[in-house]
């Protein structure tokens, strides 16, 4: 693309302007630590997510503080034969990518015994001067009290990228050596749900958050100034950390758009507004907090989602905004989702990925294969699909799949249980629901991982969900071109692009020269700045500062932020811009 680069790659929420408020280095940390201990006789409890670097954490903390006693609440869990016959249920046995949600906590892993035995040696050293420290995932349940808590807090992609270099495994198991997408499924069925409900107790209480993402430099900030941080980003416009992965269909657009450095292959992906996975930077003065966005879900729901949606979803982000990227690349895996009782029954989850593409972008040749082809009957199809996945031949993809032209500005809308995928040639913003693991691939096009291993493919789970009246009559009444005016103003128009009556999710796009007037209406905003260099979000009534958003960047507007406007900015002014709006459907 002929333009130069202005997508931030690390948005912020400003907290205070002092960067004394955040201790960089173990020294200053320790320093801040001893500081608030209230004498010589001290407990402190160190609470870790699971895959932080514990025993980097350890070794500073005992170096810099010299505590009297470590209690390690490792050594206070169930055996690793225990711990596998208490989660085997929930992994889904030799399926290498699904399990099944479940109600495990942190405790579940704790042995009794050994709590007393840990407990124990805490009371007899109670007494005597010096510090204890407790450390690790559990610490809190460990320590019967406890003088400072800490929580060491962790990304959820820097977590990926360390179970794909080896040097962490599962919460309580052996596995250090097992496959990353492996580690990464039982983590997300046990690991990540059994801390997360840990986490959301200690947020309201806790005395310092431990950023523990950059090994070379550790930060920490107050309890207070964490909150203080949230309740910032709650009641203004606000971006995540997008992050960006190579995948084996994977192009070259955001290498370009968004300044990538080419040091991989291609760049297939972008989480640009999935806050489960995506991490907030809190700004004091020039340093900055990374934690995982989820804790602003889990201490701000109402605010954020707005009181119906929460109702429905509770502390969960319902709407996911990502890119898939095959300019110069292959086409996506072909792919199915569940069914909304498919899902619950199962995998235990309570709603499905109903999702749509926004095409960012297209090249001449740019496909969006949707739905089957009239007379296809599906057991041919999945038996063909069985033999080509068993070596005998290409699957015929074009004999049972509709084929259609994309092309920049197309919204093609895909509830669950449509057989579908983007071809190559295609800049995707894929507008879903947020459980996004859920994707039954039915065909790969032949061709590998980026690990050289063959990617998962799910055909008894996608022939139980693949709809065959999703024919090219029906998808084009339904799914395609589903552009309706709604209101126009002074500059400004907006249009109704979908989703289909069976998702959730209301999608609309302003087209603007001028001030355009937007309003929450009680529930969370999701928007993208599809068209257009640059454009400036504000608020009639000073609520927050304005907002400056660049091309192709995702912003998130809290519920309890009301009326807003948006308009051109800087280069842009006088210029045509589109932003593309998801929230969720409250009333019929």
């Given amino acids: 693309m002929a333009r130069s680069s202005n997508y931030d790659k690390f948005p912020y929420v400003a907290v205070t302007e002092?960067?004394?408020?955040?201790?960089?280095?173990?020294?200053?940390?320790?320093?801040?630590?001893?500081?608030?201990?209230?004498?010589?006789?001290?407990?402190?409890?160190?609470?870790?997510?699971?895959?932080?670097?514990?025993?980097?954490?350890?070794?500073?903390?005992?170096?810099?503080?010299?505590?009297?006693?470590?209690?390690?609440?490792?050594?206070?869990?169930?055996?690793?034969?225990?711990?596998?016959?208490?989660v085997k249920p929930y992994l889904g046995g030799d399926d290498p990518v699904f399990g099944r949600m479940n109600g495990l906590t942190v405790q579940d892993f704790l042995d009794g015994s050994r709590i007393a035995k840990a407990r124990e040696a805490i009371r007899s050293q109670s007494q005597q001067n010096g510090l204890i420290l407790i450390i690790g995932t559990g610490s809190a349940l460990v320590a019967e009290k406890y003088d400072l808590l800490v929580y060491a807090d962790m990304s959820r992609w820097e977590l990926v990228l360390r179970q794909r270099r080896g040097e962490i495994g599962n919460l309580g198991a052996d596995n250090l050596q097992e496959m990353p997408g492996l580690k990464y499924k039982r983590a997300f069925f046990i690991d990540w749900r059994a801390a997360?409900?840990?986490?959301?107790?200690?947020?309201?209480?806790?005395?310092?958050?431990?950023?523990?993402?950059?090994?070379?430099?550790?930060?920490?900030?107050?309890?207070?100034?964490f909150r203080l941080g949230l309740s910032e980003a709650v009641r203004r416009p606000f971006r995540v950390v997008p992050y960006f992965d190579p995948g084996p269909w994977g192009g070259h657009w955001m290498e370009e758009v968004c300044a990538l450095p080419k040091d991989k292959p291609n760049h297939a992906w972008c989480f640009d507004c999935v806050p489960e996975e995506n991490s907030l930077l809190l700004g004091f003065g020039s340093a900055r907090v990374e934690v995982p966005a989820i804790n602003l879900v889990f201490s701000h729901p109402r605010e954020l989602l707005g009181e119906a949606v929460h109702a429905r979803f509770g502390s969960e982000f319902p709407i996911r905004f990502d890119f898939l990227d095959t300019m110069g690349g292959g086409n996506l895996s072909l792919q199915v989702h569940p069914l909304t009782e498919y899902i619950q029954d199962k995998f235990g989850m309570q709603y499905t990925q109903d999702e749509s593409y926004y095409l960012l972008d297209a090249g001449d040749d740019g496909t969006v294969y949707l739905g089957l082809r009239d007379g296809v009957d599906p057991a041919a199809m999945f038996r063909d699909l069985r033999a080509a996945q068993s070596g005998n031949g290409p699957f015929p993809a074009e004999k049972y799949v509709s084929r259609w032209p994309a092309r920049k500005h197309d919204h093609f809308l895909i509830p669950a249980g449509t057989i579908h995928c983007s071809g190559k040639n295609s800049m995707v913003l894929e507008i879903s629901a947020t459980p996004y693991i859920f994707t039954f691939k039915l065909w790969d096009w032949g061709r590998l991982g980026l690990d050289g291993r063959p990617r998962p493919i799910?055909?008894?789970?996608?022939?139980?969900?693949?709809?065959?009246?999703?024919?090219?009559?029906?998808?084009?009444?339904?799914?395609?071109?589903?552009?309706?005016?709604?209101?126009?103003?002074?500059?400004?128009?907006?249009?109704?692009?979908?989703?289909?009556?069976?998702?959730?999710?209301e999608t609309r796009r302003h087209w603007f020269r001028g001030v355009t007037p937007h309003d929450t209406r009680g529930g969370v905003n999701?928007?993208?700045?599809?068209?257009?260099e640059e454009c400036i979000v504000e608020s009639?009534?000073?609520?927050?500062?304005?907002?400056?958003?660049?091309?192709?960047?995702?912003?998130?507007?809290?519920?309890?932020?009301?009326?807003?406007?948006?308009?051109p900015h800087g280069q842009a002014e006088g210029k045509e811009c589109a932003t593309i709006k998801a929230f969720v459907r409250t009333q019929a």
Avoid at 200 to 215: E, S
Wanted: aromatic content about 8%.
């Fill in 196 to 225: 997360d409900r840990l986490k959301t107790t200690f947020l309201p209480k806790l005395d310092f958050l431990l950023d523990t993402n950059d090994r070379s430099a550790p930060k920490l900030i107050s309890g207070q100034h």
């Fill in 458 to 505: 799910h055909l008894d789970h996608g022939e139980a969900n693949v709809q065959r009246d999703r024919t090219p009559a029906w998808v084009k009444r339904n799914l395609i071109g589903q552009v309706q005016p709604v209101a126009e103003g002074i500059g400004w128009r907006e249009e109704r692009t979908g989703l289909h009556e069976r998702e959730f999710i």
């Fill in 540 to 567: 009639p009534t000073n609520v927050f500062k304005p907002f400056v958003l660049h091309y192709a960047e995702t912003f998130i507007i809290p519920a309890a932020v009301g009326v807003y406007t948006i308009r």
């Fill in 526 to 532: 999701i928007l993208n700045l599809v068209e257009g």
């Fill in 18 to 86: 002092r960067a004394s408020d955040c201790q960089v280095g173990w020294r200053e940390i320790a320093q801040r630590l001893a500081g608030a201990l209230p004498g010589s006789r001290a407990v402190l409890c160190v609470e870790c997510y699971p895959g932080a670097f514990l025993e980097l954490t350890e070794a500073a903390l005992v170096q810099q503080l010299n505590p009297r006693l470590v209690i390690r609440s490792a050594s206070c869990f169930k055996n690793p034969q225990e711990i596998e016959s208490l």
